[in-house]
C-alpha cells in the first residue's frame, strides 16, 4: 500500500513532509480540487481524508471538517513562527500533513484541517478498486 519511499519525494514533499515546511498557498495541486474520491498519505498510501469532508475554505490549501479516522493523524502543539497552532501528522509515516483549526464550518463540525498537498496523494473514486482501495466506495456512496 506504499504509494512512495522517502527517497523519491521531490524536495518540496521532502520539506513539507520531512522538515515540517509549507506549500506556496493558491499554488498547490488540490486546493480547488473537488473530484470524488480519497486523500492517502504520499509515503505510506493510508487513507487521511475524503472529498465527502473537503470543503473550499479560500485559504488557499486543501481544508477538511474531518479526518477518516482519529487513529491515523496525530497532533502536537506547534509554537513555530510565534503563532500557537495545532499540527497534524501523519501516524503511520510520521509526515506533517498541515495544521487543523476551530473555524470550520459549524454545520461540519467546526473544524478545518489545512493540509499541504504535498504530503498527499489522491485517488480517484473510479480508481479505487484497481489502486487496492475498493472498501472506500462504499463510504463515499453513503449520505452520511
Not at 504509494?3 to 513532509?17: G, H, P, Q, Y
Not at 479516522?69 to 513555530?80: L, Y
Request: charged content about 30%; glycine content about 8%; overall charge negative.
Amino acid at each position: 500500500m506504499a504509494r512512495k519511499d522517502i527517497s523519491e519525494l521531490t524536495e518540496l514533499e521532502r520539506n513539507v513532509m520531512k522538515e515540517n515546511g509549507t506549500e506556496a498557498p493558491f499554488e498547490n495541486e488540490y486546493w480547488k480540487h473537488f473530484e470524488e474520491g480519497i486523500y492517502v498519505d504520499k509515503l505510506s498510501g493510508k487513507p487521511l481524508f475524503t472529498s465527502k469532508d473537503k470543503f473550499d475554505s479560500s485559504c488557499g490549501w486543501p481544508s477538511f471538517a474531518q479526518s477518516l479516522s482519529e487513529d491515523d493523524v496525530s497532533e502536537h502543539v506547534d509554537t513555530s513562527f510565534g503563532m500557537r497552532r495545532t499540527e497534524v501528522r501523519s501516524e503511520t509515516s510520521d509526515s506533517h500533513l498541515g495544521h487543523v483549526f476551530p473555524d470550520g464550518p459549524e454545520e461540519l463540525g467546526g473544524l478545518r484541517y489545512c493540509i499541504n498537498s504535498a504530503a498527499l496523494d489522491f485517488i480517484p473514486k473510479q480508481d479505487l478498486e484497481k489502486e487496492g482501495y475498493g472498501e472506500y466506495v462504499n463510504l463515499l456512496n453513503s449520505e452520511e
